[in-house]
């Protein structure tokens, strides 16, 4: 074959000698994103619920070029798309109540009440309208009895009023006390005291969920029988002048000292101010008189103050309760999951926070087994391996110098073809 026929059929398929400078260039311009990729990974080492990210390579070529060609070749390297790898990071106790942990397959679900995020950051706060909310402000969504999916907000855990009905009393009266009556007409709580052999204090809750205090007063007034008598302060009944009898009673016991009359006292229409109007049963059946010195052991009343949220607990199954500021627990909601059905398909956004691209499921953990549990005062640390990101960028300088070798030699050469000329 002569030199003319060489030309006519392999020219348009010999790459130009500068090519390969286009080749280098891409290498450099990939292998630099890559680091760049890297670097976001070590910069968000201690960022919670944090996922590492790759950079995925992939080549070349030109889609006019023939691949059974043998006189093509590639045109270098580019950059596909940036892979999150989810995966469970380690674990780090805070003791913070408001530090969620969700392990398993699937992520908190928050919203800034138009579009649904997904985050596996669990450092969420509580802002100043009660709401639970991450550090960009979005709030955490959860299921509530009803099956609503709702903003979680601590403030409706709180308790409504509930006026006390019914007092149960466990005390003991001396029976060595000695003998005495009440006066006829007592003017203050000092001329009741003063005759009596025992006094304390009930504690219970009016209609609006106020405290109110019931004075108790017992006298002995003869072997085996003692008057019980029930006072109010008089301004908290809306009077004024001397302590307003609520209510008395005559108690019986045996030579063995169990009570045998009057188990149960019922005090009726006490007028507290403001309040509506109580009526109040009060169980004796835990009164004993023994030889030993009087006291109460328990009241347990059905009253109910009005409560405050104090503390957070969250369930294995993702139940987050709160324990109210009378020491009861109220159930607000169950924390929603969101289930994609490919995680590495996700796209990142700013605060730690992913948006589903191919479909989001936001299930309720309470009622389905979803492989998921939850727990509290404690936090997932981000999943990036120091090591293991230096080796990468260890080897990315080496592919980033070898592509800065192809560049330069491609240099050299042109440099070669240019003297050719003079």
């Known amino acids: 074959m002569n030199l003319k026929d060489f030309r006519e059929k392999f020219s348009s398929k010999i790459m130009r000698l500068e090519s390969s400078l286009y080749v280098g260039a891409s290498g450099l311009l990939t292998h630099g994103k890559a680091l760049s990729v890297v670097a976001d990974n070590v910069a968000n080492f201690n960022t919670p619920g944090f996922k590492k990210n790759r950079l995925e390579f992939a080549d070349i070529f030109s889609d006019s070029q023939s691949k059974f060609d043998a006189f093509t070749s590639g045109e270098g390297v580019m950059s596909s798309f940036v892979r999150t790898i989810i995966s469970d990071g380690v674990q780090e106790q805070t003791n913070r109540p408001l530090d969620f942990l ?101 504690e219970v809750v009016d209609s609006l969920g106020q405290p109110r205090s019931i004075s108790v007063f017992l006298a002995k007034t003869a072997p085996n029988t003692w008057e019980a008598r029930f006072y109010a302060d008089p301004l908290s009944v809306g009077q004024t002048g ?23 006292i019922v005090l009726n229409n006490i007028q507290w101010q403001g309040a509506a109007p109580m009526n109040l049963t009060i169980n004796l059946r835990g009164v004993t008189q023994y030889a030993s010195g009087s006291v109460v052991y328990s009241q347990v009343s059905d009253g109910q103050t009005v409560a405050e949220p104090v503390q957070i607990s969250l369930g294995s199954q993702g139940q987050l309760s709160i324990l109210m500021s009378n020491g009861s627990s109220v159930n607000l909601a169950t ?88």
């Open 102 to 202: 969700l392990q398993g397959k699937g992520f908190f679900v928050v919203s800034d009440g138009v579009t649904n995020y997904l985050t596996r950051a669990g450092n969420f706060a509580v802002d100043k309208e009660g709401f639970i909310v991450t550090l960009d402000g979005k709030r955490l969504l959860g299921f509530n009895a009803a099956g609503e999916l709702i903003p979680l907000n601590i403030r409706q855990a709180t308790l409504d009023p509930r006026a006390t009905a019914n007092l149960t009393l466990a005390m003991n009266l001396d029976a060595t006390s000695p003998i005495t009556a009440f006066p006829a007409n007592p003017a203050s709580f000092n001329d009741i005291a003063a005759s009596s052999s025992f006094s304390f204090t009930m």
């Open 242 to 264: 001397a302590p307003v009898l609520l209510g008395n009673s005559v108690l019986q016991f045996s030579n063995f000292g169990q009570l045998i009359s009057n188990p149960q």
């Open 335 to 422: 924390l929603a999951v969101g289930i994609v059905p490919s995680e590495e398909l996700l796209k990142r956004v700013s605060n730690n926070l992913f948006l589903a691209t191919d479909g989001l499921e936001i299930r309720n953990p309470g009622l389905e087994r979803l492989g998921v549990s939850f727990s509290n005062g404690v936090l997932e640390r981000s999943t990036v391996d120091l090591a293991e990101e230096f080796l990468n960028i260890i080897t990315l300088q080496r592919g980033f110098e070898a592509n800065s070798k192809v560049i330069t030699t491609n240099q050299n050469l042109v440099q070669v073809a240019l003297n050719m000329v003079k």
